[in-house]
């Protein structure tokens, strides 16, 4: 049987309805006109023209309307009744209807007052909501109060950053399910040696493990997106090795910065052979102080995870540092990346161990990558998680 639509516009509430049928979804998907607007709107927008409803690309706004997917997500994220969910960016609810009815309670993050407003009303309609607390907030700059779980289809553009916060941001929680580009999928789940394999791999795998659950065809939203979706698992370690996390990913931040050279032409770059005595002496002197008991302030310095902003405070170091202290400094380095048989290594290939057994090297031999790292800095109270996502 073919689906005629009806002739009659398609009210907002359409956006909620769910239908198994692919081909009903597709037909709901044209009939209710929530397109492209190039012509008139040079902002990218998705217009439904009939309710008013401009669903915006910019903020990531394609809905997930199969009940099929929607259900196989609450299934695999393993919601216990007393759980408290963090759902990011709940757009119209279809989700949230769903996790209200497996957890006890959802907090929601929506940028959007008009989805939060169109949130709200639906879920009071069924009477859940004494359950949901919304947050009308951009996800990266609100703070998240206590969870037990997140599940959500996020805006993709935030997708990096997002990641950073959930497993660097100090929130415990049993497990993430995101729907994700698929694309971003597989580099989070890329192993070393992969094509694909990159510092977010390395640092989210430092600290969490990340499992592949299913692909989502791009028909499955709407408006229709460019590009399908997977959905992943994270799930933070219950132990992490014992290192800085800052100084790790400012670590790996270097090591990366050019993931298909290897180590050794990487780390011989004379910039890196500045920046890196910088930090070295920085820190020593920090040291020193410390021992005095003087309170030190690093403003002078930047993080050394900022290229360009190093690059003046470099050049005025540089001139007042010799060639010769600054060859014996590269030889240092060179021979500690020998010394651990680096030197010809690519990152892209090494393993979190290798990379962290590289890490202990350079520290044991006081080269340090966070200008931060002090004395008993070891339980990495204050990550600066930013620092951990690759844009
Ligand atoms: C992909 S849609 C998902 C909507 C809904 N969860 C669903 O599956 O149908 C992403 C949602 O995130 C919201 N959003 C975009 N950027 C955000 C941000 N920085 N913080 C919080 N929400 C955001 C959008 O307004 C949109 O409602």
């Given at each position: 049987m073919v689906f005629k639509p009806k002739s009659t516009?398609?009210?907002?509430?359409?956006?909620?309805?769910?239908?198994?049928?692919?081909?009903?979804?597709?037909?709901?998907?044209?009939?209710?006109?929530?397109?492209?607007?190039?012509?008139?709107?040079?902002?990218?927008?998705?217009?439904?023209?009939?309710?008013?409803?401009?669903?915006?690309?910019?903020?990531?706004?394609?809905?997930?309307?199969?009940?099929?997917?929607?259900?196989?997500?609450?299934?695999?994220?393993?919601?216990?009744?007393?759980?408290?969910?963090?759902?990011?960016g709940p757009g119209t609810g279809n989700l949230t209807v769903k996790l209200l009815e497996a957890a006890e309670k959802v907090v929601a993050v929506e940028i959007d007052r008009r989805m939060v407003d169109v949130l709200h009303k639906r879920i009071s309609d069924i009477g859940l909501q004494d359950r949901l607390h919304v947050i009308c907030n951009d996800a990266m700059k609100a703070e998240f109060p206590r969870f037990d779980l997140v599940v959500a289809n996020i805006p993709y553009g935030i997708s990096s950053p997002l990641i950073a916060k959930l497993v660097y941001g100090g929130n415990s929680f049993r497990s993430a399910t995101l729907l994700l580009q698929k694309e971003f999928a597989r580099r989070l789940l890329a192993k070393p040696g992969d094509s694909e394999f990159n510092r977010l791999a390395v640092n989210v795998k430092l600290v969490a493990d990340v499992e592949f659950v299913m692909d989502v065809s791009k028909r499955e939203f709407l408006p229709c997106p460019k590009v399908d979706s997977s959905v992943v698992i994270i799930?933070?370690?219950?132990?992490?090795p014992d290192v800085n996390l800052n100084e790790w990913c400012a670590f790996t931040r270097t090591c990366f910065s050019k993931k298909n050279k290897t180590l050794g032409a990487t780390f011989k770059q004379k910039k890196k052979v500045i920046q890196l005595l910088k930090l070295a002496e920085t820190t020593c002197s920090m040291r020193e102080n410390a021992l005095v008991g003087h309170n030190y302030e690093c403003d002078e310095y930047n993080d050394g995870n900022n290229e360009e902003e190093d690059t003046n405070g470099e050049d005025s170091f540089a001139s007042s540092t010799s060639d010769l202290e600054l060859n014996l400094f590269?030889?240092?380095?060179?021979?500690?990346?020998?010394?651990?048989?680096f030197e010809?290594?690519?990152?892209?290939?090494?393993?979190?161990?290798?990379?962290?057994?590289?890490?202990?090297?350079?520290?044991?031999?006081?080269?340090?990558?966070?200008?931060?790292?002090?004395?008993?800095?070891?339980?990495n109270a204050n990550v600066d998680f930013a620092a951990a996502y690759v844009s």
């Open positions: 516009p398609l009210y907002l509430s359409g956006l909620f309805f769910f239908r198994n049928s692919k081909r009903f979804l597709r037909t709901i998907s044209t009939h209710c006109s929530a397109k492209y607007d190039e012509e008139n709107d040079s902002n990218h927008e998705f217009r439904n023209q009939q309710h008013h409803l401009y669903l915006y690309k910019s903020k990531g706004q394609h809905l997930l309307t199969n009940t099929r997917i929607l259900d196989a997500i609450i299934r695999r994220s393993n919601i216990a009744p007393t759980d408290t969910v963090l759902e990011i799930r933070p370690k219950n132990e992490i590269k030889e240092k380095i060179v021979g500690i990346l020998k010394k651990g048989g010809d290594k690519r990152p892209s290939k090494l393993s979190n161990e290798e990379l962290l057994h590289l890490l202990s090297l350079f520290n044991q031999a006081g080269i340090y990558f966070h200008d931060h790292v002090k004395p008993n800095d070891s339980n």
